[in-house]
């Protein structure tokens, strides 16, 4: 039976937003959701958690594959390097990202999303790449199959279900890049997320809801059987940015002299203006759901407050 999840953030100051932990879970299971997917990072997640997290979601890097292909990244601290580039080399990357399975894997979660994408920092505010995406897939994969390594019987602890973004790596466009994981993956407990709002910021053109829906239910349904069948999570949130998107592929980059901090305060305003995580209002957004009937769907909304969150949880958890 497919699960309604909350998504929601473990670190102190978010969950403080909420009240703190105990108050967070009584919130959302109060709004309806049958439990949370909870973003999780570097420590030991909340054990009040446990049971309630169905789902995780492993802490994300920025650009973790230019230091994958042998890149020196600009010296900074432990903390700062983790998110990133996931480590100073491929060594760290790993180690990194084996020690976040294992905080992570205290809360005994069904899955854990991982994001399958890497955006050069000096890229993050453009629309065009020099990165393939069938480099940055199969590089994830590597990764993922040197931590793999580290536990017993060459598997994760939980499902690990890669994710796609508009930036070089897994688009879910198609099925090229579900064949290079079902190809390369050396451990067999894997999965797909996909993410619809991130899948109308890759096409780019999304302004209106109901033929932006139109035009996600066209490239699921072309999926072969194999992929739709490893689609467990679906992040169900929709961005109608296009204007926006538009507007930055014609306007000249102003390239500046930047502090990393000051250029990331700048694609974090950017990347909120693309990815709004907004809730669906079309019931006929449901059917993006029922072609692929996963697992678990995890209602992503972005609002300025927890109250805010909670309602766009309920008014698109309504339509189901």
Known sequence: MMEHLFGISAYKFDLDEYGGSSEAIRLITGAGADGTELLTGYFDPDPMFTGISKGVHLPYATDWYSVWCGDIPPATDDEKIKFRSYGRNRDEIIRNLTDAVIYASSLSPEYGVIHASSIRTDEIMNFTYKDKDEDV????????????????????????????????????????????????????????????????????????????????????????????????????????????????????????????????????????????????????????????????????????????????????????
Not at 270 to 281: G, I, L, N, Q, W
């Open 137 to 320: 897939v199969r590089a994830i994969i590597e990764i993922l199959n040197g931590v793999a390594s580290s536990f017993p019987g060459n598997e994760m602890p939980f499902r690990i279900v890669l994710e796609n973004l508009w930036w070089p790596g897994l688009s879910m466009i198609d099925d090229s890049g579900f064949k290079i994981i079902a190809e390369e993956s050396n451990f067999d407990n894997w999965g797909l997320c996909l993410d619809v709002g991130h899948l109308m910021c890759r096409l780019g053109n999304c302004r209106d809801e109901k033929d932006s829906i139109n035009d996600i239910l066209k490239i699921v349904r072309s999926y072969p059987k194999k992929m739709r069948d490893r689609i467990d999570v679906m992040h169900m949130h929709m961005s109608l940015s296009a204007d926006y998107i538009r507007e930055c592929i014609e306007r000249p980059i102003v390239n500046e002299i930047l502090s990393y901090d000051e250029m990331m305060k700048r694609a974090y305003e950017h990347v909120c203006k693309v990815d709004e995580h907004r809730p669906f209002t079309q019931p006929i957004c449901t059917d993006i759901v029922r072609s692929v009937s996963p697992k678990y769907v995890t209602h992503e909304i972005s609002a300025p407050t927890p109250s805010e969150r909670i309602s766009g949880f309920v008014s698109q958890r309504s339509l189901f």
